[in-house]
């Protein structure tokens, strides 16, 4: 790091406007009004109304339960955030459960009201009519009633509930509590090993990838007993439910169609051949640069290599400072529209980002809201790299999006994944842009490179991460996986995305490594991704179309992401994403970089 940034002191969030401490009488009073709530609305749904007036009954319900919904968001953001920077502190392991358990009652609340808003359906249209300002509410209701296709009984979802939190939750926490306290043997935290994929230095990032691997292999049997084990739960509970597959219970909380899905995925497969000539031409200039320590043959990238800088003396291989980094978002989201500008500078002068790196934080970054006071906060491990510039911009695109929903009823907060990284691509888009724009051929061959390996990761390593859960979800369901086994399935995975485009030096453990695996609330945490880089590719182009007068726009497709479904909300921006045609329109941007990157090279 050079000295513009190791002077600085990166920033810790400051959480105070939610909530001092869990010590505080604030947040002693929203946990009370929590369960308060939950007892209110299990009240409700014994009420006599329910029979004598329906109409009357929904309307107290669901604003009750808009009440319950801000206090169970905000206080489960706020449970999970504190303790993701501390994740051996036993007082908010503690906590985590307390919420989570209160949250096991709100469940069969919901699937309680869920059970009789079927037995009334009928009555749903005198309703609307009834109440008219409750119609923006017909798609949540509807949403509503075809999940009481895939419920158990109240017992048996009450008994799954309490078992997960001893089950696939802990599993996923013993892996995030193993991983964020990884050290290497000379003290450097794993997440460090794995910041430095991003170094100028060669032999470093052979070596951290080394001692990775290494750190990997050592919990190997306890990172595989956790996926073998959240996996397994997965399986079963998805067939008690009535779920086909875990790709259909993924498509449903994501609001897209199956038919959808197949398009996209079969335009990234089209692609494939694009993204390997481009790791191929990477490969290339590294060597003839003497930028690698690879001693491969073979014309592809070690895998180590995929984010390594083009050369260690031009402009995108700076160190930025957190403040430089910080003036060069706001001037970059003002440029597309001062609300959004306005809306980074709020962000950064209070506190809402914790950026420093250390023990006992988790690794990457994320964007958490807070539906109580309508703030959100960001968790970033900032090392200066350009790349974090634009996971910075990334993260605050979640939290402008959820900005754009101000005002609105906190049951519309909820937008599916896929929807949520268009807004966050579409920001770093932004900041990639206009640092392609006004640099010199030298700088900009740097930028291409800093923008397709991060595209190439949503595409192809996303659509690897795909094939990856795919195939163990299809092994799981006949028996038992070790690591083995996941190494097996990883090896198999990158062959079929990366394919030639990496040479022999690959990751097996990549598996041990991402997070969104142990998740028994994200099965397939992938290709969202992929339908946000190249939905956003979309708007971006359109954007260039229309000039400033496209904010607007975009602000108000973002405030709707809660009430519709992702085929409808893209019809309104004039796309059918159902055809195959609209992704692979997206790619052509890439495609043309590539071919720009290919002449400057």
Known sequence: MNESLTSESLPKWNLDSLFPSI????????????????????????????????????????????????LAQTL??????????????????????????????????????????????????KFYSDFPDFKEFKFLLDEALRETEHQMSAQEEKLASDLQRTGGNAWDRLHEQIISNMKAPDGKPFNTLRNDAYSEDAELR?????????????????FAACLNNLKGETVYLNKKRNWSSAIERALSSSRMSKKTLDSLISAIENSLPVWREYFKLKSACLKKNNLTASKSTKEGLAFYDLFAPLSAKNGSSKTWSFSQARDYIIAQYSSFS???????????????????????????????????????????????????????????????????????????????????????????????????KKSSPEEKLLLLDIDLQDVSQVLVDILCRFYFEQSVFEERSKGELNSDDFCRLMKDAQEKSYGSGLNEERHEYMWAVKSHYYSTALDFYNFPYAFGQLFAAGLYMRYKKEG??????????????????????????GFDITKKDFWLSGIEMYRAEIEEFKKLI
């Open 76 to 125: 489960n953001a706020y449970s999970y955030i504190i303790y993701s920077v501390e994740t051996t502190n036993t007082k908010f392991l503690n906590n985590l459960s307390e919420i989570e358990e209160i949250g096991t009652e709100y469940e069969q609340v919901v699937l309680k009201f869920k059970s009789i808003l079927k037995e009334n359906k009928t009555k749903l249209e």
């Open 206 to 222: 052979k070596k951290s990838y080394a001692q990775e691997i290494g750190l990997l292999k050592q919990n190997e049997i306890a």
């Open 548 to 573: 400033t007068s496209f904010a607007k726009t975009y602000s108000s497709l973002l405030s709707e992401t809660g009430s519709m479904s992702c085929e409808d909300l893209c019809s309104k921006s």
């Open 338 to 436: 001062q609300e959004m500008g306005d809306f980074a500078r709020h962000a950064f002068d209070n506190n809402w980002i914790d950026a420093a790196i250390y023990q006992g934080k988790v690794g990457g970054a994320y964007d958490e809201d807070f539906a109580l006071n309508h703030e959100s906060r960001i968790l970033t491990n900032f090392t200066g790299a350009f790349s974090d510039v634009i996971t910075l911009a990334h993260e605050l695109g979640h939290a402008y999006h959820f900005s754009c929903l101000k005002g609105k009823k906190a049951a519309f907060f909820s937008y599916p994944m896929t929807l949520a990284e268009t807004a966050s691509t579409f920001a770093e888009t932004i900041v990639k842009q206009d640092m392609l």
């Open 23 to 70: 010590e505080s009488q604030k947040y002693k009073d929203a946990v009370k009004n929590y369960k308060s709530g939950i007892e209110n609305l299990s009240g409700l749904l014994k009420s006599s109304e329910i029979s004598s007036d329906f109409s009357q009954w929904l309307s107290d319900y669901l604003n009750a339960d808009n009440d319950v919904i801000a």
